[in-house]
Nanobody
């Protein structure tokens, strides 16, 4: 069984910063693209940023220039540095990873989600 465990998040004032980390564990053979998504109340889950295994990145327009995604392949961990936070960034943030995992004597591809972490930007 594989899992993603998130840490970080919380309450921050507008203009403040937060940093997330998300560590993968379990019977992992290889991790492909990792990413962060968010879901605000009453809205659909949306992409925030993704990073491939060779560190090519992609960002939602709304976070470009403010958020930075990075990863440490040796630690199976992805990070999200969020600066200049705005009230509209308030949401539950989820990490995601596309993994190749061991299942018994074989391997399978698995799309895994973290448990979600609340971010509230408010004065």
């Amino acid at each position: 069984q594989v899992q993603l465990v998130e840490s970080g998040g919380g309450l921050v004032q507008p203009g403040g910063s937060l940093r997330f980390s998300c560590a993968a564990s379990g019977s992992i053979v290889r991790i492909g693209t990792m990413g962060w998504y968010r879901q605000a109340p009453g809205k659909q889950r949306e992409l925030v940023a993704t990073i491939t295994s060779n560190s090519n990145t992609n960002y939602a327009e709304s976070v470009k220039g403010r958020f930075t995604i990075s990863r440490d392949n040796a630690k199976n961990t992805v990070y999200l540095q969020m600066n200049n936070l705005k009230p509209e960034d308030t949401a539950v943030y989820y990490c995601n990873a596309d993994m190749l995992v061991k299942t018994g004597w074989s391997m399978s591809r698995d799309d895994v989600w973290g448990q979600g972490t609340q971010v509230t930007v408010s004065s």
